[in-house]
């Protein structure tokens, strides 16, 4: 069965420069959310979308933006990035109707430099 | 963590015992899931039980919710090596559709 397909695996980026993380969604899955997680912690919850509208928010920095398209892949977009962004990403899709069923991807490795 | 804390933080065992991990929250919930993390790999959902449950089966895995005191617990039994990953409980609230995890379990399975 098809899964959520997250790109790049891997992201190495100096201190400043910006990032774009994609994610697509399992089919039929009309809901995404984002997770972000840092070296030996839980994955905390960044931002989710529905129909391209965010439907909840969590914490994810000013300097992050994220949207969801008509095809319902999501992007990540990170500026002036810090040391401290280093993380594994997450992206989940999940039914609107069955939101507590997210099914998550493989994760972007995130190193910033 | 945001959610609360997992019991114990790490959990050494030799293959073929019973390895039990505990989680407590702090909200109302809808579901409480359990994932297996392999070393900074994805997340693989592993079981969701219902906030109206008591307990559920999956193989060699048992889980048990006591809504009245917060938590959970996780019994995974005849372990083997494979199952040596971090387990992280991960709850959806009433209010809202996003996961709040746990802290995790790091467990090693010695063969």
């Known amino acids: 069965a098809a899964g959520v397909i997250q790109s790049p695996r891997h992201l190495i980026k100096e201190k400043r420069e910006t990032a774009t993380l994609k994610c697509y969604p399992i089919?039929?899955?009309?809901?995404v959310y984002w997770y972000q997680q840092g070296p030996g912690q839980d994955p905390q919850f960044l931002i989710s979308f529905y129909e391209k509208m965010q439907s909840d928010k969590g914490s994810i920095p000013d300097r992050f933006s994220a949207q969801q398209f008509s095809d319902y892949h999501s992007e990540l977009n990170m500026s002036s990035l810090e040391l401290g962004d280093s993380a594994l990403y997450f992206c989940a899709s999940s039914l609107r109707t069955r939101a507590n069923e997210q099914f998550f991807g493989p994760g972007t490795r995130l190193t910033v430099l | 963590s945001q959610q609360g804390e997992e019991d114990p933080q790490a959990l050494s065992i030799q293959e073929g015992e019973n390895a039990t991990m505990n989680c407590s929250y702090k909200t109302s919930i809808n579901n409480l899931q359990w994932y297996r993390q392999n070393s900074g790999r994805g997340l693989v959902h592993l079981i969701l039980?219902?906030?109206?449950?008591r307990e559920k089966h999956s193989g060699r895995l048992r889980v048990t919710l006591d809504t009245s005191k917060k938590s959970s617990s996780l019994l995974i039994t005849a372990s083997r090596a494979a199952d040596t990953a971090s387990y992280f409980c991960a709850t959806d609230s009433i209010s809202g559709n996003k996961l709040v995890f746990g802290a995790g379990t790091i467990l090693r399975v010695k063969s």
């Open positions: 089919p039929r899955h009309d809901t």
């Open positions: 039980i219902r906030s109206n449950e």
